[in-house]
Structures are given as C-alpha cells and as structure tokens.
C-alpha cells in the first residue's frame, strides 16, 4: 500500500515561493505517474501538475504553467512542486496522488489516481 505525505505548505505572501514535497516511506512510486491537485474551500478538487514514472513527460494546468514546476528524484522516492509567483487565488490544500498505469500517458484526472496522500495547505496573502 503507497502511503503519501505530502510536507512544504505554508502561509506566505503574494509573490513568494513554496516547494512542496511529496514522499513515501511505503513502496518505491518510482514506477508511478504523480499528480498534484489543489482544492480551495467550497471548490471541487482540481488538477494542478502530473508527471510521468520516468520523469520524462509533465502536464500542468492553464492556470499554473509558467509559475509552478513538478519533479521528482526516483532514488528518493520523492516529488516536488515548486510554486513560484504565488497568488491568492492559489490558496489551497495541495494533495500528491499516485497513478500506478504506467502504460498510459499521464492524466489530469482525479479517477486516474489510486492513492492520495493528506494534503498540505498553502495560504497565500495579499
């Protein structure tokens, strides 16, 4: 079973940076798509970034690109947002998933990811 936990978040203000992590002390998810997805009070969880087992292929949501960048280090086991030139909208608790098809491209949608960590909250201020 992949457990993940997901650390970084944090109050910050408008115009900062953030790097979440996202790790597991469970089995490797180096043979996993990872996601990140954010949902903000009274919203619907969305997809913010995905990228592939290998690292090779990264998706990222219209609202994010050019701001945030997901990576990961597969002897770490370990994935990263970094968040940059944040905004308040951007406030949010940001959740990793895992998406253990590592033969199909990589989604932006939350069926595709059977395990979900517990979420760390970004609070952006103006």
């Known amino acids: 079973q992949v457990q993940l936990v997901e650390s970084g978040g944090g109050l910050v203000q408008a115009g900062g940076s953030l790097r979440l992590s996202c790790t597991t002390s469970?089995?490797?998810?180096?043979?996993?798509?990872m996601g990140w997805f954010r949902q903000a009070p009274g919203k619907e969880r969305e997809f913010v970034s995905a990228i592939s087992w290998s690292g090779g292929s990264t998706n990222y949501a219209d609202s994010v690109k050019g701001r945030f960048t997901i990576s990961r280090d597969n002897t770490k086991n370990t994935v990263w947002l970094q968040i940059d030139s944040l905004k308040p909208e951007d406030t949010a608790v940001y959740y990793c998933?895992?998406?253990?098809?590592?033969?199909?491209?990589?989604?932006?949608?939350?069926?595709?990811?059977?395990?979900w960590g517990q979420g760390t909250q970004v609070t952006v201020s103006s």
């Open positions: 998933a895992a998406d253990r098809d590592r033969w199909r491209g990589i989604s932006y949608l939350r069926s595709a990811y059977e395990y």
């Open positions: 469970g089995p490797t998810i180096s043979n996993y798509h």
